[in-house]
């Protein structure tokens, strides 16, 4: 199976091939800028899952909650975030569900920085809740 996810106005897009190895919803506080949401939901896939990469996209880099270095690639156009990569998880990246639009994409396992999850946020009992991400880091 291969899947493509796309900024908003097209101009740039990754597809990947099979599954994700992890989905997670991550409150931090960073997230929620990033996102403009009250969280981020993220698929992982190894880098050997990518099989194609088109269009371009601007780096922003700065040093994540839990340590190491986080790369977010996004959109120039439309701003869209496309890919995030944690020095932490190497050969790894990141795809916000979101750039999928697929309403059958996999549900997250665990939903990360829960200290600054909104209050009237509810995770379905099946999602673990982490209080950091270095529990999760651990866990992959």
Request: with cysteine; glycine share 8%.
């Amino acid at each position: 199976m291969e899947r493509t996810a796309a900024c908003q106005c097209g101009q740039a897009s990754l597809t990947v091939s099979g599954e994700p190895t992890l989905v997670s919803v991550c409150n931090c506080t960073w997230c929620q800028r990033r996102s403009g949401s009250v969280f981020s939901v993220a698929s992982r896939w190894p880098k050997a899952q990518i099989v194609s990469r088109q269009g371009e996209t601007v780096a922003f880099h700065r040093e994540g909650a839990a340590g190491g270095r986080v790369t977010i690639s996004f959109c120039p156009g439309c701003g869209s975030t496309l890919t995030t990569e944690l020095e932490t998880l190497p050969g790894v990246i990141g795809i916000p569900v979101g750039a999928f639009a697929d309403a059958e994409f996999p549900p997250p396992q665990y939903a990360v920085w829960c200290e600054t999850k909104a209050n009237w946020v509810e995770f379905p009992p099946s999602v673990v809740r982490l209080w950091d991400q270095s529990r999760l880091v651990d866990e992959t």
